[in-house]
């Protein structure tokens, strides 16, 4: 299956200039989801995994998927003041100002092996934020894992020392 079928470009989203990579088309086939994770899980190989980590909110979708098939756990990060009990914050850099992810504090364990999930790199701040956030509560980032990736704005630079994956480039 031609995973890049079931991707469509929408002009001038979220503003103009920007091409955006609209993956609501796969999720809604079955068969094409199937694939994603299918291929996604390939990323990974055979290594232990402990929680994936998914990414708000385009990395719940397909992250519940591969916590599932690699039957542990799934930690959602998100934007401030949407988790509900006690976290940690990580703030990055955005070519206009700053931003800001929270995971629960008590979300990983010291040692946990963690792969990190979300649906694209594009210049990798926010896949590098949540890296820190993995570090700082005391676990090992096994891999990222993405399934499209910006190659033309040089994300995985910020990834560098991790171990970062794509199923599509473009």
């Known amino acids: 299956m031609q995973l890049s079928d079931y991707i469509r470009d929408i002009q001038d989203f979220p503003k103009p200039g920007i091409v955006f990579k609209d993956i609501t088309p796969l999720l809604a086939n079955a068969e094409a989801t199937k694939s994603a994770v299918e291929a996604l899980l390939n990323l990974n190989g055979n290594q232990p995994i402990d929680a994936v980590v998914g990414i708000e909110s385009r990395g719940f979708f397909f992250g519940t998927l591969i916590a599932q098939r690699l039957n542990c756990g799934f930690i959602p990060v998100r934007k401030p003041n949407k988790l509900p009990a006690a976290t940690t914050s990580q703030s990055y850099k955005l070519e206009y100002g ?53 190659t033309f704005l040089e994300g995985r630079r910020k990834l560098k020392g991790y ?8």
């Not at 171990?163 to 473009?170: E, F, I, N, R």
């Open 98 to 150: 700053e931003d800001i992810l929270e995971i629960h504090t008590n979300a990983i364990k010291m040692g946990d092996r963690i792969l990190i999930h979300d649906d694209v790199l594009a210049t990798g701040g926010t896949a590098e934020a949540v890296c820190k956030l993995v570090e700082k509560l005391g676990g090992e980032v096994v891999q990222c894992n993405f399934l499209i990736e910006l």
């Open 163 to 170: 171990q970062a994956k794509s199923v599509l480039s473009y």
